[in-house]
T-cell receptor, first 116, second 115 residues
Framework: NAGVTQTPKFRVLKTGQSMTLLCAQD?????MYWYRQDPGMGLRLIHY???????AKGEVPDGYNVSRLKKQNFLLGLESAAPSQTSVYFC???????????????FGDGTRLSIL | AQTVTQSQPEMSVQEAETVTLSCTYD???????LFWYKQPPSRQMILVIR??????QNATENRFSVNFQKAAKSFSLKISDSQLGDTAMYFC????????????FGGGTRLMVKP
């Protein structure tokens, strides 16, 4: 059981380039999330989705777009990368009844993104 | 919106000793959940312990326990018999009962366990 898989694990971009981070989960979870973690800081929510075809803004959405065309996938896009977007990006998923389970959210292993 | 504050950016403890990490939060909700996550250098997010706000009894998981003070909106983590493997970033997190199961994280405390 793979859980939450993020692709790629590491990437270097030049300012102005675009890219898409892919998150895939195999647990049939309704909810999916994208966070960013800057050095020495906690995770901040970028965007989230409460179901296939739906997305919503989180705490720090500027400069990012997302799509959830399939229930198992949640894509995070950077249209024009900026050095301020250098960070580690985490995807997570959560299902109905997660509050009563051992895991409120299942996390991927993170993507380290550097923008020069 | 909820906020979670961890006032100790870094802490250290001698192996086998006890350490307490602090967390305070602000919310207008009455039903919510609190968590402590551990993040080792591998970057994995590992759930350490959870507390339901409607439960008065403090949660305990082996060497980890919490001191939950609902009126004071305080949620501290105590690690007993600290081990070298406890060295990590620790994050306090809040989740309310609203749709979406969203987590709000504190800024983290870097814990170093010294031999």
């Amino acid at each position: 059981n793979a859980g939450v898989t993020q692709t790629p694990k590491f990437r270097v971009l030049k300012t102005g380039q675009s890219m898409t981070l892919l998150c895939a989960q195999d647990m049939n979870h309704e909810y999916m999330y994208w966070y960013r973690q800057d050095p020495g800081m906690g995770l901040r929510l970028i965007h989230y989705s409460v179901g296939e075809g739906t997305t919503a803004k989180g705490e720090v959405p500027d400069g990012y777009n997302v799509s959830r065309l399939k229930k198992q996938n949640f894509l995070l896009g950077l249209e024009s990368a900026a050095p301020s977007q250098t960070s580690v990006y985490f995807c997570a998923s959560s299902g109905q009844g997660a509050l009563y389970s051992n895991q409120p959210q299942h996390f991927g292993d993170g993507t380290r993104l550097s923008i020069l | 919106a909820q906020t979670v504050t961890q006032s100790q950016p870094e802490m250290s403890v001698q192996e086998a000793e006890t350490v307490t990490l602090s967390c305070t939060y602000d919310t207008s909700e009455n039903n919510y959940y609190l968590f402590w996550y551990k993040q080792p250098p591998s970057r994995q997010m590992i759930l350490v312990i959870r507390q339901e706000a409607y439960k008065q009894q403090n949660a305990t998981e082996n060497r980890f326990s919490v001191n939950f003070q609902k009126a004071a909106k305080s949620f501290s983590l105590k690690i007993s018999d600290s081990q070298l493997g406890d060295t990590a970033m620790y994050f306090c997190a809040f989740m309310d009962n609203n749709a979406g199961n969203m987590l709000t994280f504190g800024g983290g405390t870097r814990l170093m366990v010294k031999p």
